[in-house]
T-cell receptor, first 112, second 108 residues
Framework: EAQVTQNPRYLITVTGKKLTVTCSQN?????MSWYRQDPGLGLRQIYY???????DKGDVPEGYKVSRKEKRNFPLILESPSPNQTSLYFC???????????FGPGTRLTVT | LAKTTQPISMDSYEGQEVNITCSHN???????ITWYQQFPSQGPRFIIQ???TKVTNEVASLFIPADRKSSTLSLPRVSLSDTAVYYC?????????FGKGTTLSVSS
């Protein structure tokens, strides 16, 4: 089944404790991206990747890192999480930016 | 990057046609217009995409005027299960921008 998976689905952590949210797709898509969703603000793009080893900043990249060492994986790294990064995070993939995006199920992160 | 503007919310009744308009004044020549649907605690789901004129699929129609500065998503005969947030997205480059979405509430 074609899908985007994210892990973990729920995470509660403390300020400053490094964490990684994994994202994996099995559709051989070149383009992957991360979004955060906050009430009243809609979906905002954090980082995107056009292909392996090619990443770029989206709308709200501060406090986040990403890597794209393999085509199928695109982890989101929070080196020193802060409470303002409490949010619902979505990973998405697509063959190209102009095609339908496939979203993962989301990761709800709480930073205390 | 083309930004989009949509109504914050809309209300409808079952069986009615719903039209949601999105404004994208700065759309570029190569940009496409895409609409997504999102239910609570789920990732957005693709509904329809178009470049100009009219596109129709099994769930919706998309109307794009000649100047392409706006687009209208049309949902025929909505049901309670169409209650969701609808996002208009202008896709052309690499960074993608979602608007704040339109919350559609369908009542019986």
């Amino acid at each position: 089944e074609a899908q985007v998976t994210q892990n973990p689905r729920y995470l509660i952590t403390v300020t400053g404790k490094k964490l990684t949210v994994t994202c994996s797709q099995n559709m051989n898509h070149e383009y992957m991206s991360w979004y955060r969703q906050d009430p009243g603000l809609g979906l905002r793009q954090i980082y995107y990747s056009m292909n392996v080893e090619v990443t770029d900043k989206g709308d709200v990249p501060e406090g986040y890192k990403v890597s794209r060492k393999e085509k199928r994986n695109f982890p989101l790294i929070l080196e020193s999480p802060s409470p303002n990064q409490t949010s619902l995070y979505f990973c998405a993939s697509t063959p190209t930016p102009r095609r339908e995006q496939y979203f993962g199920p989301g990761t709800r992160l709480t930073v205390t | 990057l083309a930004k989009t503007t949509q109504p914050i919310s809309m209300d409808s009744y079952e069986g009615q046609e719903v039209n949601i308009t999105c404004s994208h004044n700065n759309i570029a020549t190569n940009d496409y217009i895409t609409w997504y649907q999102q239910f609570p605690s789920q990732g957005p789901r693709f509904i329809i995409q178009g470049y100009k004129t009219k596109v129709t699929n099994e769930v919706a129609s998309l109307f794009i005027p000649a100047d392409r500065k706006s687009s209208t998503l049309s949902l025929p005969r909505v049901s309670l299960s169409d209650t969701a947030v609808y996002y208009c997205l202008v896709e052309g480059g690499t960074a993608l921008i979602f608007g704040k979405g339109t919350t559609l509430s369908v009542s019986s």
